[in-house]
């Protein structure tokens, strides 16, 4: 059965989800913004939206490394390796400097 701790994190979570869209509408362009909402939406279970959250952080910083990261491991996880492994190969170019 599902307690109260599931309860609160599920109302964390969506309030998390409800703050990273508010701030990205009053600015759209915040990488840490959109790989933050990534995360959240990863969370609550939904992982084509947190692709498309990490992929629109990379559209505005493409160094972010750990949205790279975080993509390779959702693309892998779809079954689709050739993202996954450019992803990661970019990952790693950005960890080692």
């Known amino acids: 059965s599902r307690g109260l701790g599931d309860v609160y ?3 964390q979570l969506a ?3 409800s703050h990273y869209r508010r701030a990205l509408a009053v600015h759209p362009a915040h990488p840490t913004a ?5 995360v959240v939406l990863e969370d609550r279970g939904r ?3 947190a692709v498309k ?3 629109e952080a ?3 910083d493409p160094e ?3 949205a790279h990261f975080n993509l390779a491991r959702l693309l892998e996880a779809a079954g ?3 993202g996954a492994v450019g992803h990661l190969a970019a990952y790693k170019r950005i960890r080692d400097g």
Do not use: I, K, M
């Open 9 to 11: 994190q599920r109302q």
């Open 15 to 17: 309030g998390a989800e």
């Open 34 to 38: 959109r790989f933050n909402l990534g």
């Open 47 to 49: 992982p084509d939206a």
């Open 53 to 55: 959250a990490y992929r």
């Open 58 to 60: 990379l559209e505005v």
């Open 64 to 66: 972010l490394g750990v």
């Open 80 to 82: 689709d390796a050739t």
